[in-house]
């Protein structure tokens, strides 16, 4: 049975809520960046390396170079990709990047986020925020407005706070491997307007999050670890 947890800062639902929310008000498609994303969504295949159950549940510890990258399908059924990587280190703060790519073009940002605990998301500072919009043009917020980013992005960095002891374990598959004994919660994400329940299965061996995968309960999304690694995250801008 899976343990409901409707606390919204517990949920990598937020992501990709938030996610679908930014994607709802595009536009219009780019006919170059759709061809890209199917392109690669046709080159995903199954199988990967067998992952076996874990002996912890805690997260791996965060450091530099890490990457983790999804290929979320939202409630329209279109795919995109979103890329977690750690790209650098700052005063015991972890700079984090967060690249969108989508059929309207990508965005991403970078927010310098110091855990005072993996656990607690009360704990948890963004000292600093630069994103790129879809249109390349790059925004550096002023210290002043850390007060306000800390509000709006919790949704997003709250994916970072991990909870898992005490949760049933299931295996699962994606793109990315197998993955046994992957810790099984469902949680509550809002992001404005926005609500949704998700399930989720998160595993310490993928970095960051350790998400492995999302499923959507009240709307028809899905999020799958397609690849990973703890060494080699650049930044994108």
């Known amino acids: 049975m899976t343990r409901s947890n409707l606390a919204p800062f517990s949920a990598a639902a937020a992501v990709v809520l938030a996610t679908i929310a930014l994607t709802g008000c595009s536009p219009s498609i780019d006919p170059a960046a759709k061809a890209d994303i199917d392109r690669r969504v046709g080159m995903l295949q199954g199988g990967g390396a067998a992952m076996p159950a874990p002996t912890t549940f805690m997260p791996m510890p965060l450091a530099p170079g890490q990457w983790s990258q999804y290929k979320m399908t939202d409630d329209k059924g279109q795919p995109s990709f979103m890329t977690y990587k750690i790209i650098g280190e700052e005063g015991g703060a972890f700079w984090v990047e ?23 998301p009360n704990q948890v500072e963004i000292r600093g925020v630069v994103t790129r919009d879809r249109d390349g043009n790059v925004n550096e917020m002023p210290p002043n407005m850390m007060p306000l980013l800390q509000s709006m992005y919790k949704s997003i960095v709250s994916a970072l706070v991990i909870s898992w002891q005490g949760l049933p374990q299931e295996p699962a598959a994606v793109p990315a491997g197998r993955f046994d004994g992957c810790f099984h919660a469902r949680s509550m994400a809002q992001w404005g307007p926005w609500k949704s329940t998700a399930d989720s299965w998160s595993h310490p061996a993928v970095p960051i999050n350790g998400v492995v995968r999302t499923q959507g309960v009240d709307r028809p999304f899905t999020m799958e670890l397609v690849a990973y690694g703890t060494t080699g995250a650049r930044a994108s801008f």
Do not use: N, V
């Not at 690249?99 to 970078?110: I, N, R, S």
């Open 98 to 120: 967060i690249l969108h790519e989508t059929y309207f073009g990508a965005d991403a940002q970078k927010m310098l986020i110091a855990f005072g605990s993996r656990t607690d």
